[in-house]
Structures are given as structure tokens and as C-alpha cells.
T-cell receptor, first 116, second 115 residues
């Protein structure tokens, strides 16, 4: 069965600090997809990134970067120069690519607080 | 905007009463999902649908039923609400043909309190 572990539950940083959110996953499949979602205080869930298991290139989007390492089954998310608007709950998620009805499994989320 | 609306957005009910939450989409997507969000548990899949009248269970389906008689509507029913079903419920759709190749778009959530 697939599983996503976000060991950090709450992180608090001061604005402009860099912060890394950890995600470790378990799956028996060789083909799978990894995701990060953001849930700001307003409550909506916002898609941030999707990565497939064959693409281990790190990705950077502005202040956000993602480090995918199959050797350690990790898909970590780094926010550089954090801002107050980054305060949110961040979810890592995994889906296996076998079968059209395979399911998206979420971690328990990390609450990030960025203080001014 | 993925064209997903959930209703009601907030509901308070009593233990033992039936409750139906509605998810409506405007884009004719095949896949629709119901998740619940609880502190310390993240998001957990309740049920999902892969077409009209085609539904399947997720990891926390006990106490819930679903129906999809039209492409655009996916209903979640609590036949007899319990306090453990107090939660925020999210509907989601997959804009791609297969849920695992695309991101999910979520509705705004429905907060249910069972007293």
C-alpha cells in the first residue's frame, strides 16, 4: 500500500529565512506521481507541483524548489526567503500510475508559520 | 477556476440525522472525489466516481454513501450522522482522464458539525 509521511507537523520561521518541508513516501510501484498542495488560512487547496517517478530533475519555480530523490524515497520542498504569505498547511501526496482508478494519498500536512 | 461548487458550505446537525452534501461541476470531468480533512489526519479519500453510476470506496468509506446520477453532480450522504463525522469535506475533480496523471482541483469545502 502507498503511504506518505510528513514527519514535521509544525514549523515556524522568521520572514526571509529558508525553510524545507520534508516528504517521504512508500510505494511498490516503479511508476508513480508525487504532488505538493498548499492550503492557506482561507481553506482552499492549491496545487503546486506534480512530478513523475521517471523525472528526478529538481525543479525551481521562483522562491519554490523541489528535490526528488528516489534513492531515499523523498520529495522535499524548499521555500527560499520565506514570506508571511507562505504561511499555510502544505500537503505532500502520492498516486500510483497503475490503473485508471488508482488513488491519491495525502500526508498529514505541515503547518508553516512565517513571522514578520 | 475549475467550476466546482459545494453545498452547503456550512452545516450543523444532530447525531442520527441524515445529511447530504452536494458537489457540482461545470466541466464534464469524468472523475470526482470526496475527501474529508481532520486535524492530524490530513486528507483522506471517502469515495470516488469514475463516471455516471460508477463509484468506488476510498479508505474511510464506512458510514458514507455516494451517488452520481449525472456527470455534473456527485452527492455524499451520511445516512445517520455521528459526531466522528464532524469534519471539513472537500470535493475534487481530476481534469485529466486519469486521476494519477493530473492534479486534482478542489472545491471550497463543506464544514459539517454533528452535535
Amino acid at each position: 500500500a502507498q503511504k506518505v509521511t510528513q514527519a514535521q507537523t509544525e514549523i515556524s520561521v522568521v520572514e526571509k529565512e529558508d525553510v524545507t518541508l520534508d516528504c517521504v513516501y512508500e510505494t511498490r510501484d516503479t511508476t508513480y506521481y508525487l504532488f505538493w498542495y498548499k492550503q492557506p488560512p482561507s481553506g482552499e487547496l492549491v496545487f503546486l507541483i506534480r512530478r513523475n517517478s521517471f523525472d528526478e530533475q529538481n525543479e525551481i519555480s521562483g522562491r519554490y524548489s523541489w528535490n526528488f530523490q528516489k534513492s531515499t524515497s523523498s520529495f522535499n520542498f524548499t521555500i527560499t526567503a520565506s514570506q508571511v504569505v507562505d504561511s499555510a498547511v502544505y500537503f505532500c501526496a502520492l498516486s500510483e500510475a497503475t490503473g485508471a482508478n488508482s488513488k491519491l494519498t495525502f500526508g498529514k500536512g505541515i503547518t508553516l508559520s512565517v513571522r514578520p | 477556476d475549475a467550476g466546482i461548487t459545494q453545498s452547503p458550505r456550512h452545516k450543523v446537525t444532530e447525531t442520527g440525522t441524515p445529511v447530504t452534501l452536494r458537489c457540482h461541476q461545470t466541466e464534464n470531468h469524468r472523475y470526482m472525489y470526496w475527501y474529508r480533512q481532520d486535524p492530524g489526519h490530513g486528507l483522506r479519500l471517502i469515495h470516488y466516481s469514475y463516471g455516471v453510476k460508477d463509484t468506488d470506496k476510498g479508505e474511510v468509506s464506512d458510514g458514507y454513501s455516494v451517488s452520481r446520477s449525472k456527470t455534473e453532480d456527485f452527492l455524499l450522504t451520511l445516512e445517520s450522522a455521528t459526531s466522528s463525522q464532524t469534519s471539513v469535506y472537500f470535493c475534487a475533480i481530476s481534469p485529466s482522464g486519469r486521476m494519477n496523471t493530473g492534479e486534482l482541483f478542489f472545491g471550497e469545502g463543506s464544514r459539517l458539525t454533528v452535535l
